[in-house]
């Protein structure tokens, strides 16, 4: 059932439902979460569960203030720190050094754990209705069926899971995509997973330069998997039923105009704009704004499942660094 997230009844409601080991759909300004109590391995089977997910592949603990961190984390780097006392509440996970025998199964049996502060007024309204009663954080990933499109409204949650959980509405997500994550367990910042928060502004906000993967591996001779494993970032991810295909404006004209008023069961996403010649072709276009194009990306695939589109032309994001959220999630949709 879906319930306001503005009624505190509805808050307490929730609480309740996480302090005896259910499952609740709870708003962010990323996406959705499916959350439990997070201390709770039992709990958290629920969402492996749920959502069809690998019991090793780590989720996020939401937390409702910094003060939380020490239940979980055995460490805090200076650069960690200044990272949270930056963008806390936001959209960043941060993952530390995990406290032993705590939160084991919401950490995938790893020795490090992910942390994150969320920036909505309901998610923070549950995380400290859920600390009144003892949850010192919830476990939140996506609300989603594994590998799937995030949901960035309760109504896609629903769609989901049904009426039998329950889900608190906080309305359409205002960053729609998930968020940063910054492994902080190796001495220096690596950025596991992009999102809106840029590689320069993390830098600036930690005092020192932000390393990505390749960088990391480049520089350490490590391997890929030296690396905590983290949230959303397996190669395909995010993948709608239809078929994603990245290509060029000037490649989606020409197929566009090979295919002419027989092109049907597909749909356009880009910001060119194209000639089409069939009424059976949904064009949407995508915004100039990296923001903009982030806030409402899942919500456009999500729209053109429900049509029942069969392929997805997208064009590929500008070069900039703004757009490397975004980019990442498209190129993990095309490669499912």
Not at 39 to 60: E, N, Q, T, Y
Not at 143 to 148: I, S, T
Not at 237 to 255: C, E, F, S, W
């Amino acid at each position: 059932m879906v319930l306001p997230g503005s009624d505190p009844s509805a808050i307490a409601e929730a609480a309740r439902c996480i302090q005896s080991g259910g499952l609740v759909g709870f708003p962010t300004e990323t996406v959705y979460g499916l959350g439990a109590d997070a201390a709770s391995d039992a709990a958290v089977a629920g969402i492996f569960a749920a959502k069809g997910r690998p019991a090793d592949h780590p989720l996020i603990v939401h937390v409702a203030s910094a003060e939380q961190v020490a239940a979980y984390a055995s460490a805090i780097p200076p650069f960690a720190a200044r990272l949270m006392q930056a963008f806390w509440p936001g959209p960043l996970t941060v993952i530390l050094p995990r406290r032993a025998g705590v939160a084991t199964a919401t950490a995938g049996g790893q020795d490090s754990i992910g942390l994150r502060c969320p920036n909505h007024p309901v998610a923070l309204a549950f995380l400290w209705a859920c600390l009144e009663r003892g949850v010192t954080g919830v476990a939140g990933p996506s609300a989603n069926r594994f590998g799937r499109v995030s949901p960035t409204t309760a109504q896609h949650v629903q769609q989901e899971f049904g009426d039998g959980l329950l889900v608190l509405d906080g309305g359409p997500c205002d960053v729609g995509i998930e968020s940063s994550i910054v492994d902080c367990t190796r001495g220096r910042p690596v950025l596991l997973r992009p999102g809106v928060l840029t590689r320069n502004q993390l830098a600036a906000a930690c005092g020192e330069a932000v390393l990505d993967k390749d960088e990391l591996v480049a520089e350490a001779g490590a391997t890929p998997r030296a690396a905590p494993r983290a949230s959303g970032t397996l190669e395909a991810h995010y993948a709608p039923d239809a078929k994603v295909r990245l290509m060029n404006a000037a490649g989606i004209q020409t197929a566009l105009d090979l295919l002419g008023p027989d092109a049907a069961h597909l749909a356009v996403y880009a910001r060119s704009v194209v000639r089409i010649q069939s009424d059976k072709v949904l064009y949407r276009r995508m915004p100039d704004d990296a923001l903009a194009t982030a806030q409402q990306l899942f919500a456009v695939l999500r729209e053109f499942d429900a049509k029942g589109v069969k392929l997805i032309w997208i064009e590929p994001p500008p070069p900039d660094v703004a757009w490397d959220g975004v980019r990442d999630r498209l190129a993990r949709a095309a490669a499912s």
